[in-house]
Structures are given as structure tokens and as C-alpha cells.
């Protein structure tokens, strides 16, 4: 294996970083059991341990075996380990009493907070730790990195715990109340980046996605007033720790792409979609900075 092939974090930090590197950077967040099969010989599992669901017992997963990963991105010249945290596991009680996932949309109001069980260390942040630390373990004397996908809490709230049309309804009609969610959300998330980076992770990939093909879910001014300041507060937790930071957001972007870049402060951005931003102008742009 040459070294352009083999798995380097050091690259990956570097063109984060505006640095010149020897390759493109590769990383992948899920990698399919059929394919992680194919590449191994052996049924291992998918790389993205959501994908494979939680149980009333188990509400954080962890990806494949440690050597497994390893092994995989040695091969396809990966240079990180992915990790995921994307949906804030709130909870409620089935008619048997046992904890169930949020996913259907089922917070409406104040009083339907008041039923839901909300992440707590036992069940959601200490197993996340320990496979973080795990893994971590496995990496060291290589130069494999890890990340964690994350952030995702405007998604979390229109995708699973309200429902899309309702919760950009009550964005504008019931603006306290979905402030408050989003808060609620954001404490799971913060204590995520924390564990994580106090973990050693090489980078944060921050993700929601907060557009369509045609412009950002809800005008800019009110994106700007009640999404900026609430994912700024991770972006600012790991520039203290000096990680870069990745944001992800599908849609066209293009009325706050700057302010993406400037106001939060993030290190690069994924996807630049064709029908938004103009890659060769960013570049352009960055080059004269």
C-alpha cells in the first residue's frame, strides 16, 4: 500500500484547515453491510450503527468491531472512523411501560412534553462514551482518526418529534414553544460534542439539514434568530478546543452560505450543491481571503 492509499487523519485535519494536502481527504458515514461484506469476506455489519435501529433495552448502538472498521478502511483508504448521534432520543412509554423512541411527530404542545422521558446518562450518554473509548483504543499506534456526525436538531424536531408541515407551522405561530424543543434537543446534542471531544475525535462533522432545492425551510432573518445562535454554541464548543468542524446541509443555501462560513465559523461545508453555490466562485473567494 503506498501512502497515498494508506489512512491518515493528519490529512484529512490539514484540508480542514485551508492546508495543503497530498490527497483528497476520504471518509465515508455509512458503508452498507452488503458492501462491508463484500470488502471483508464476512458479515460484519453496516458502519452506521443507526441504521440497525434501538430496542426497548439498547438506545445507543455502536458500529461494527472495532478491528473490523479498521480493516475496512485500511483497505479503501479511508482516513477517519465515523461515529453517529444524529436524533435526540426522546422517549415516551408504551402501554406496557416500556420506552419507546420518539419518530411520529407525537410532541404538539407543552403537555405532551410533560409525558416524554428525555436522554439521560445512563441509558444514552455513558454507552456512547464507552465506545468512543473503545474504539479510541483500537486506533492508537495508527494513524486512523474518528469523527462524529451530529448536530442534527431542527431535523430531529421536523422529522421525528413534531412533523415536518406542523413544526415550520408553529415555527411562526407557536415560535415559544419550538424555541423550547430546540433547546431541549440542544442539551443532547452539547453533551454529545463534549463526550466526543473529550474523546480525542479529529473532527466534528455538524449536520441539519435546513433548506430546499428552492432556499433555506423558513425565511433567513427567523433562521438566523432562532437556529444560528443554538448551533453556534457546538461550532464554538470545538473551536475552543481548537477540532475543526464540517457542516452538512443538503438544499440550496445560497441566502446564508455566507453566514454559514463567517458567523458560525466553520471549517469547510458538504455538499456544495449545483444548483446553489457555485464551487469554482467559493473557491475563488477563499483564495483572496
Known sequence: ???????????????????????????????EDKVCEAILGRNVGSTLAASRGASTETFVTPPMDPKDYIEIVNFNGQDVIGFEALWAPFKYKDEKGDLQIVNDGRIKSFEDLEKIVLPDWKRDFAPRKEYFDIYNKAVEGTD?????????FFTTCYNFLVGFEDFFEMFYTEREFIEHLCDLCMDYYLKVVEIAIDSGVSFLYLGDDIAFRSGSFVNPEHLKSVWFPRFKKMVDMAREADVPVLFHSCGNLTDIFDDIVMELGVDGVNPIEPYSKDIFEIRGKTETV
Open 144 to 152: 486512523i482518526g474518528t469523527f462524529i456526525l451530529t448536530g442534527t
Open 1 to 31: 500500500m503506498t501512502s497515498l492509499q494508506r489512512p491518515n487523519k493528519e490529512r484529512i485535519i490539514a484540508s480542514l484547515r485551508g492546508q495543503s494536502v497530498d490527497r483528497v481527504p476520504h471518509f465515508e458515514v455509512a458503508i
